[in-house]
């Protein structure tokens, strides 16, 4: 079982996604484990304080460093950036100037027992997480979110897709882990009706479906959908 650990201050955000279609089926079958920690379980002031202004001035909050050390700490023994090529645990940090997540960083974090997921807010998180705690910072794209509570579900649902079993149809991992190795995407793809008149009045007007694609001939498909 794959073991997803995310330290958010936004817990609830979590459970309306992960309770329907394939990951419901997923945490249900105990394929994977997803578990919520409540960063400000982890303050040690009456105001249950989560973050600070940033040394030396700027916009916004930080998260404070001292309740995600203890979160950490709280969920695994092992010790900080240790380089062990054997670690079943990995410690992902959500940043802006993270590595961008590929498929390829979802095949390698399939291989791990348990994610730890930390989700910065506001500003951003004190960068001696990133130093000392975090294995890598990882960002979901070249923009700017809220909070790291979407690209925790994000990384989430693309790592749990390649966990054997959890997908019903084998083709289509395959598939789609081809199509991703050059960048282009997925070819286009189409169901019934064949043919689709937008303005049911107007026959002239149809959106139709390529001819290449009804006719049964594999090789041909093949090669359209190279092309495309």
């Known amino acids: 079982m794959l073991r997803f650990t995310i330290l958010t201050i936004f817990p ?14 997923a945490i249900k079958n105990k394929k994977i484990s997803v578990k919520t920690v409540d960063i400000r379980k982890f303050t040690k002031d009456r105001h ?3 973050d600070e202004k940033p040394y030396g001035g700027g916009a916004g909050m930080l998260l404070k460093i001292e ?7 709280s969920v695994t023994a092992r010790k900080f950036k240790v380089q062990n090529p054997n670690s079943k645990t990995r410690i992902i940090l959500f940043s802006a100037k993270g590595k961008q997540f590929t498929q390829q960083d979802a095949k ?16 951003g998180v004190d960068e001696r997480v990133a130093k000392y705690i975090a294995d890598e910072e990882v960002s979901v794209g070249p923009y700017v979110l809220s909070g790291g509570e979407l690209p925790a579900l994000t990384i989430i649902d693309s790592v749990s897709r390649m966990v054997s079993g959890i997908l019903g149809n084998k083709d289509s ?12 995407g997925e070819y286009p793809q189409y ?3 064949e043919i689709f008149y937008p303005n049911p009045k107007n026959k002239k007007i149809k959106w139709i479906v390529p001819g290449v ?3 049964g001939n594999h090789a041909s498909i093949k090669a359209w959908r190279e092309k495309h």
């Open 12 to 25: 609830d955000m979590f459970s309306p996604y992960l309770g329907e279609s394939i990951m419901a089926r």
């Open 48 to 50: 249950h304080t989560v």
């Open 67 to 73: 309740p995600i050390y203890r979160a950490v700490n």
């Open 108 to 123: 390698r974090l399939s291989k791990y027992e348990n994610l730890i997921l930390i989700c910065g807010r506001y500003e």
């Open 173 to 184: 991992l395959k598939e789609e882990s081809f199509s991703l190795k050059d960048k282009e």
């Open 191 to 193: 169901t019934r009706p």
């Open 213 to 215: 694609l009804l006719g």
